[in-house]
């Protein structure tokens, strides 16, 4: 094959270690009009304070190695990058970073100007507490993304992070403890057409499910799951979310430990998702209208040298482009 333009601008793309590293190789771009996908990068880590906090620079892993995950998608026969506008609008501006609450408000108005301009975002995070910051900005009452309706919300995780028993968690106020519970009772999210889905682990106590269930999800969790199989619980989750805008968020604790190493709470005392199990899921989402999505709680710092758990990461993201990318086109 002779050298071209256009094969050694393939060669190089698909190098990570080759130019500057933005998400998937995509172009940057500042104003969110220009995307019809938006790439974004959330490195906050101030919402979680139990347990350890790097996960601001998980962005940054994501972005080193995200180039190589710019491939095609065989499952949906598409091409994202190809087929509609994703463009990396770079990383939220956290300069009050140690400020849980300043940064949430920075986070919301960031996303308040992706939904304003019908774009529809994949984020990798920073802790989970960057879900509420989002979907606060982007579901809901005024939000062009969901017509002003509530989202429904397919809440991947080995926690409920519905914990709102207390005002606060370790000083901060919308946490990644309590995110679950307080887009309900703002009314961003519709919990009666949401799943929480791969929760597992000893609990704390033996109501560690009653808050979601008095918030309105429903719980599939990985007893749950082993017992009613994947095809039972994909027919759940495609019944209950049915017509409604919906956002999925995926903390990569749901996967085990030997599958995703570098994250913030790992469980490891019961045997998590492998990636095959979430990636069913996942594209069991094709054709709904899924409005955006985040991949969080990445622990560069955990991580094994090889750096799989960010390209476990990057896999998640590439599921949720494909998902809303196939929607737009079709």
């Known amino acids: 094959m002779a050298h071209t333009e256009e094969t050694d601008k393939m060669m190089v793309e698909m190098l990570e270690w080759w130019g500057v590293p933005t998400l998937f190789r995509a172009e940057y771009a500042k104003d969110p009009a220009d995307a019809d996908i938006a790439l974004v990068g959330v490195p906050h880590s101030s919402g979680n304070n139990s347990t350890w906090r790097d996960q601001h620079l998980g962005p940054r892993a994501v972005r080193n190695i995200s180039a190589n995950a710019r491939r095609y998608h065989e499952a949906f026969d598409i091409m994202a990058w190809d087929s509609v506008r994703v463009k990396d609008l770079g990383d939220v501006p956290l300069p009050e970073a140690s400020d849980n609450e300043k940064s949430v408000e920075r986070i919301s108005d960031f996303y308040r100007k992706i939904a304003a301009a019908g774009t529809r975002p994949v984020s990798i995070g920073g802790d989970h ?17 969901t017509g002003g309706k509530k989202a429904a919300l397919l809440h991947f995780d080995a926690h409920t992070d519905a914990y709102d028993g207390l005002d606060h968690w370790l000083g901060s106020k919308k946490s990644a403890a309590n995110w679950a519970a307080y887009l309900v009772k703002q009314g961003n999210v519709d919990a009666s057409k949401s799943v929480q889905f791969g929760m597992r682990g000893n609990p704390r106590g033996p109501n560690w499910l009653q808050r979601s269930y008095e918030l309105g999800y429903d719980v599939v969790t990985m007893k749950r799951y082993r017992e009613i199989g994947a095809a039972e619980t994909i027919k759940l989750i495609q019944e209950r979310v049915g017509d409604a805008p919906l956002y999925i968020t995926f903390d990569l604790d749901c996967l085990d430990p030997s599958v995703a190493p570098g994250v913030s709470n790992p ?19 094709r054709g709904f209208n899924v409005i955006g999505g985040d991949v969080v709680c990445l622990m560069p710092t955990r991580d094994l040298p090889n750096q799989v758990t960010a390209m476990i990461a990057a896999a998640v993201m590439h599921e949720l482009v494909a998902l809303i990318a196939d929607r737009i086109k079709a």
Do not use: H, K, W, Y
Request: proline residues 3%.
């Open 267 to 285: 469980e490891a005392g019961v045997c998590g998702f492998n990636i095959d199990q979430v990636v069913e899921v996942l594209r069991a989402m």
């Open 129 to 145: 507490g960057i879900t509420g910051a989002i979907v606060q900005a982007i579901a809901g009452e005024g939000s062009p993304l």
